[in-house]
């Protein structure tokens, strides 16, 4: 009779964390923090906006279109739903087509003037409020 040979034991927990290293143990680690895993989400969502703007255009960004416009031709406000999601302007062109087309041309990108931590809010605000800032204050955890 053929004995099997013996298979090895699984290794704790513990053990198979401490033996991670470089990537596998950034993963692991940043995996458990549902902000980041958040921030990471919407940083890949913007970059795929960006790249894919001239796809997801539902219209080319100058047409005019035939159903822009309210019967007494007014633009169509913003609607949850389609065919514009952030309505039209005065002459009936898709607000978003538009949008999105002017930030992959154009690359924009925000401002930020300065980062505070959060426990310095009051004077960050007051600044905003004072005119003393060019573009976003960010407050950091």
């Known amino acids: 009779m053929a004995l099997s040979p013996a ?3 699984p290794q704790p927990e513990a053990e198979a964390t401490a033996t991670r290293t470089g990537w596998a143990a950034f993963w692991q680690t940043f995996g458990r923090s549902p902000r980041a895993v958040a921030g990471l989400a919407i940083v890949l ?5 960006a790249v894919f703007a001239p796809a997801l255009a539902p219209h080319p960004p100058n047409l005019v279109l035939p159903n822009g416009l309210s019967l ?4 169509i406000p913003p609607e949850w739903h389609l065919p514009f999601i952030l309505g039209t302007d005065q002459v009936g062109r898709d607000e978003l087509a538009r949008l999105l087309t ?8 925000p401002v930020i003037d300065r980062m505070m931590p959060l426990s310095q809010a009051a004077q960050g605000f007051t600044a905003m409020i004072e005119g003393e800032v ?5 407050f950091t955890l």
């Open 7 to 9: 298979l090895p034991s």
């Open 134 to 138: 060019f573009g976003k204050v960010v």
């Open 45 to 49: 969502l913007l970059a795929g906006v």
């Open 102 to 109: 002017f930030c992959s041309q154009t690359g924009t990108r």
């Open 72 to 75: 007494d031709g007014a633009p």
